[in-house]
Antibody, heavy 117, light 110 residues
Framework: QVQLVQSGAEVKKPGASVKVSCKAS????????MHWVRQAPGQGLEWLGR????????NYAKKFQGRVTVTRDTSTRTAFMELSRLRSDDTAIYYC??????????WGQGTTVTVSS | QAGLAQPPSVSKGLTQTATLTCTGN????????ASWLQQHQGHPPRLLSY???NRPSGISERFSASRSGNTASLTITGLQPEDEADYYC???????????FGGGTKLTVL
């Protein structure tokens, strides 16, 4: 079945970087964009960016440009999201999600990133 | 980054019908359509509909979506206790080249 499995929880200090992975299975990895979305505690969904796994082309939310980098490794069917210069308000659950037609139809289980000194 | 507008909360009785709204503009909902996601506490979101009224397999026919101009709607008929959740709309914004989300609507089934 189609599945996205993300890396485990992270605890980081302010100013550090975090890199979250998302391994895809059950479909052709290069056929669908991969998006990254985060959810702060008690808050709504916030889009960070996406990657075309076939070409490697990316789009980022203006708010995160310069701080977020989305990459992929087609040999391992894995997408990555790196967020730098972490602040306390970056504490959130980070999700990867596959795009299909015009919806995000498969989601990873989420990776909790805690930023604390 | 401009998001989509959703009412923060809606409350309806068991077996009643709830209609949730999502307002954007001509760069997103009006041109690209909208998708809807359901999220229960402690779980990832789940796609309910895409391209205004297409349901992924396994999604109940009690969920139907529509769009009129820049406003998308999700109608849930025969409300059940398990429908109590947060609902988010989403669209691609062609001017921002970015995906945008609504702030979410908390649906309470009384």
């Amino acid at each position: 079945q189609v599945q996205l499995v993300q890396s485990g929880a992270e605890v980081k200090k302010p100013g550090a970087s975090v890199k979250v992975s998302c391994k895809a299975s059950g479909y052709t990895f290069t056929d669908s964009y991969m998006h990254w979305v985060r959810q702060a505690p008690g808050q709504g969904l916030e889009w960070l960016g996406r990657i075309n796994p076939n070409s490697g082309a990316t789009n980022y939310a203006k708010k995160f440009q310069g701080r977020v980098t989305v990459t992929r490794d087609t040999s391992t069917r894995t997408a990555f999201m790196e967020l730098s210069r972490l602040r306390s308000d970056d504490t959130a659950i980070y999700y990867c999600a596959r795009a299909s037609y015009d919806g995000l139809d498969v989601w990873g289980q989420g990776t909790t990133v805690t930023v604390s000194s | 980054q401009a998001g989509l507008a959703q009412p923060p909360s809606v409350s309806k009785g068991l077996t009643q019908t709830a209609t949730l709204t999502c307002t954007g503009n001509s760069n997103n909902v009006g041109n690209q359509g909208a998708s809807w996601l359901q999220q229960h506490q402690g779980h990832p979101p789940r796609l309910l509909s895409y391209k205004n009224n297409n349901r992924p397999s396994g999604i109940s026919e009690r969920f139907s979506a529509s769009r009129s101009g820049n406003t998308a709607s999700l109608t849930i008929t025969g409300l059940q206790p398990e429908d109590e959740a947060d609902y988010y709309c989403s669209s691609w914004d062609s001017s921002l080249s970015a995906r945008v989300f609504g702030g979410g609507t908390k649906l309470t089934v009384l």
